[in-house]
C-alpha cells in the first residue's frame, strides 16, 4: 500500500493537534488575569464576581452532555459543537463587559457558562479520539491529553504578558477569537485513523512527549517568576514568550513529522467496535488478550467471573451491573466529599487570587504596591499540569494499589491545606510557594480521582462514575469559593467601597475555613480501605463477605 503523506490526517497529527485543543481547556484556570478588570469597570462585589466565576465552573465541569455528542456524531461534530459553544459564549460575554451590548449580571453568567461549556466538548473530542487512536497506550495518552488542560492558563497566561499586558479587555476579546482558530484547526484533523502499525513503540515516545511536558512547566515556571521579581522590558517578554511558543509548536508538529511518517499508510488493523466515549476504558482492555490482563486487578477479575469479585458492583437479575451501582455504596460518596472539598479548595484560589494578592498589597487601605496576577495565573497553572504528570506517573506504576491512591488523596489535601494556610499569611513573599503548592495538589487530584474509580467500580462504567463524581466539583466550589471566601471578603467591605481595603484580613478568616475543611477531609480517604485485606502484592484485594453480609 502507497504511504500517506504526513500532511494527510492520521493519528499522529490528531495527536499534535490535540496539544492545541486540550490546552483550551484550561481557560477557565485564566480567570485571575482579567477578574479584577471585571470587578472593578462592572463594580461587583467579591459574592457577585465570584458567582461569575462559578457559573463559568459549572460549564466546565459539566460534562454528561459531550459524551452524549460525542456518542452520536463522533469527533469532528463534538469539536464542532464546542467551537460554536466557545466562540458564541465568549464574544457575548465580551461584549457584554465592554458594554457594547446591554448585559445584565444573569446574562454574563449566561455567556460564560455557555462559553466555558466548551471545554468538556473540546476534551472529549481530543481525550476520546486519542485513545482510540492509541489502544494500547491508553493511560499514558489520558495523562498527556489532560496535562495539557492543566497547562493551558500557563499558555493563555505567557502570551498576555509577552504581548498583551496590561490590556486586559484586550485579552478577554482575544479570547474566542483563539478558541475559535484552535477548533477550526481540529476539525480536519481530529478523526479516528484506523490505518496503523501495532508493533512500534509508541509507549516508549509518548513517555518522552510526558518527560518534555515537565521541562515546558519549568520553562513557563521560571518566566513567571522573572516578570514577577525582575523589571524587563515589554519587548524582551515578548521575546521570551515567543521562545516558549515555538516550543509548543514543536509539540504540535513534531509527533506527525516524526512518527507519522514512519507509521503512516500501513495495513488497516482492528479497532474495538462501538468505542464510544462511555466505553473507552472497557474497550482498551478489550484490545489486550487475556494473557496481558493483569490478574492482580480484582475490578478486571470482576468483569471476568474471578473469585475476588467486587463487592462495589451491583448486578440486575441478568447479572449485568447497573449504572447506579456506585451510588448506592458508601465509597462514592466519601470519594464525591474528597473531591468536593479538595476541588473547592483549588478553585478557591484560582478564582479569588487576584483579590487575594490585592488586599496582601494594600495596608492601611493604602496600596503599596501593584498585582502581577497574570504570573500568579501562570505558575499555578504550571504546577497543576506537574501535579498531574508526576501523580499519573506514580498511579500509572502503582494503580493498582488502592492504599496508594488513598495516601495520595491525604497526601493532597494536607498539601493544599498546607498552601492555603501559607496563602492567608501576611507576607506576600509566600505567596509564590502557596500557589505552586496548591497547584501542585490540585493537579494531583485529577490524577487521583479516574484511579480511584476505575478501581473502585466497574471499568465499563467508568465515565458514568467520573461525571457523577465531577458534581462535587461544583457543589465545592459553590461552598468554598463563593459562600465562604467571597461573602466573607463582602463583609469586611467599607460602607459605599467594592473593593476590600483591610490588607489580610479581607480572606484571613475564610482562607482558615478551607485549609481547615482540607485536614478534616483527610480523614475519609482511609475509610475505603475498611473492605480490603493487606500483605498481598495486589493490596487491593477485596475481603470475601461473610454470610451475615450476604
Known amino acids: 500500500m502507497k504511504g500517506r503523506s504526513i500532511f494527510s490526517p492520521n493519528r499522529w497529527m490528531t495527536l499534535g493537534t490535540s496539544v492545541l485543543i486540550s490546552s483550551c481547556c484550561g481557560v ?3 480567570w485571575g488575569i482579567y477578574s479584577s478588570t471585571l470587578k472593578s469597570r462592572l463594580e461587583y462585589s467579591q459574592a457577585t464576581l465570584i458567582t461569575l466565576s462559578f457559573w463559568g465552573n459549572v460549564g466546565q465541569f459539566f460534562t454528561p452532555p459531550a459524551g452524549i455528542v460525542y456518542d452520536a456524531v463522533g469527533s469532528r461534530g463534538t469539536l464542532f459543537t464546542g467551537l460554536i459553544l466557545a466562540t458564541t459564549g465568549y464574544t457575548l460575554m465580551y461584549l457584554g463587559v465592554s458594554g457594547q451590548i446591554d448585559a445584565s449580571f444573569n446574562l454574563l453568567c449566561v455567556f460564560y457558562c455557555l462559553g466555558s461549556a466548551m471545554q468538556p466538548f473540546y476534551d472529549t473530542a481530543s481525550l476520546f479520539t486519542n485513545t482510540s487512536n492509541f489502544p494500547a497506550d491508553v493511560n499514558s495518552i489520558i495523562g498527556y491529553t489532560k496535562a495539557w ?3 493551558g492558563a500557563s499558555l493563555f497566561s505567557t502570551a498576555y504578558i509577552g504581548y498583551i499586558q496590561p490590556n486586559n479587555l484586550t485579552f478577554l476579546k482575544l479570547i474566542p477569537v483563539v478558541l475559535a482558530v484552535v477548533g477550526a484547526v481540529g476539525l480536519p484533523t481530529t478523526q479516528i485513523d484506523r490505518i496503523h502499525k501495532d508493533d512500534v513503540n509508541t509507549g516508549s515516545f509518548i513517555q518522552k512527549l510526558l518527560g518534555s511536558q515537565m521541562l515546558l512547566v519549568l520553562a513557563v515556571a521560571a518566566f513567571a517568576l522573572v516578570n514577577a521579581n525582575f523589571s524587563i522590558s515589554q519587548g524582551v517578554l515578548a521575546l521570551l514568550a515567543t521562545i516558549i511558543m515555538v516550543i509548543i509548536s514543536c509539540f504540535v508538529v513534531l509527533p506527525a513529522s516524526i512518527v507519522g511518517s514512519a507509521t503512516s499508510g500501513l495495513f488497516l488493523t482492528s ?5 464510544s466515549a462511555v466505553s473507552v476504558y472497557t474497550a482498551s482492555h478489550d484490545c489486550q488478550s487475556d494473557d496481558q490482563v493483569d490478574d492482580a486487578d480484582p475490578l478486571l477479575l470482576s ?5 475476588n469479585a467486587a463487592l462495589n458492583v451491583v448486578v440486575d437479575e441478568d447479572g449485568d451491573d447497573v449504572w447506579y451501582s456506585s451510588l448506592i455504596t458508601i465509597d462514592f460518596w466519601i470519594i464525591f466529599v474528597v473531591l468536593a472539598v479538595a476541588a473547592g479548595s483549588g478553585l478557591t484560589v484560582i478564582n479569588n487570587i487576584a483579590q487575594i494578592l490585592s488586599s496582601k498589597n494594600t495596608h492601611d487601605g493604602v496600596v503599596t504596591a501593584s498585582t502581577d496576577s497574570a504570573s500568579f495565573v501562570a505558575l499555578l497553572s504550571a504546577s497543576n499540569c506537574a501535579g498531574r504528570i508526576i501523580v499519573g506517573y506514580v498511579c500509572d506504576r502503582t494503580g493498582k494499589r488502592l492504599s496508594i491512591v488513598v495516601a495520595g488523596f491525604m497526601i493532597m489535601l494536607a498539601v493544599q491545606s498546607a498552601a492555603i494556610m501559607i496563602l492567608s499569611s501576611l507576607n506576600s513573599s509566600f505567596a509564590y510557594v502557596a500557589c ?3 497547584g501542585l495538589a490540585y493537579g494531583a487530584l485529577w490524577a487521583l480521582v479516574p484511579t480511584a474509580t476505575r478501581l473502585l467500580w466497574a471499568p465499563k462504567r467508568f465515565a458514568t462514575n467520573y461525571n457523577f463524581l465531577s458534581i462535587g466539583t461544583i457543589l465545592g466550589n459553590y461552598v468554598l469559593s463563593v459562600k465562604v471566601t467571597a461573602e466573607h471578603y463582602d463583609n469586611q467591605l467599607l460602607p459605599g467601597d467594592y473593593i476590600c481595603k483591610k490588607g489580610s484580613a479581607c480572606f484571613e478568616s475564610a482562607l482558615h475555613i478551607v ?3 482540607c485536614a478534616v477531609a483527610m ?14 502484592p495486589a493490596d487491593n484485594q477485596l475481603v470475601p463477605p461473610s454470610p451475615s453480609q450476604l
Open 28 to 30: 477557565n484556570y485564566a
Open 149 to 151: 488542560n492543566g497547562i
Open 271 to 275: 479497532l474495538p467496535e462501538g468505542l
Open 303 to 307: 468483569q471476568r467471573g474471578g473469585d
Open 436 to 438: 505552586i503548592l496548591s
Open 515 to 517: 485549609a481547615i475543611s
Open 523 to 536: 480523614l475519609f480517604p482511609p475509610i475505603v480501605l475498611r473492605k480490603y485485606k493487606f500483605g498481598n
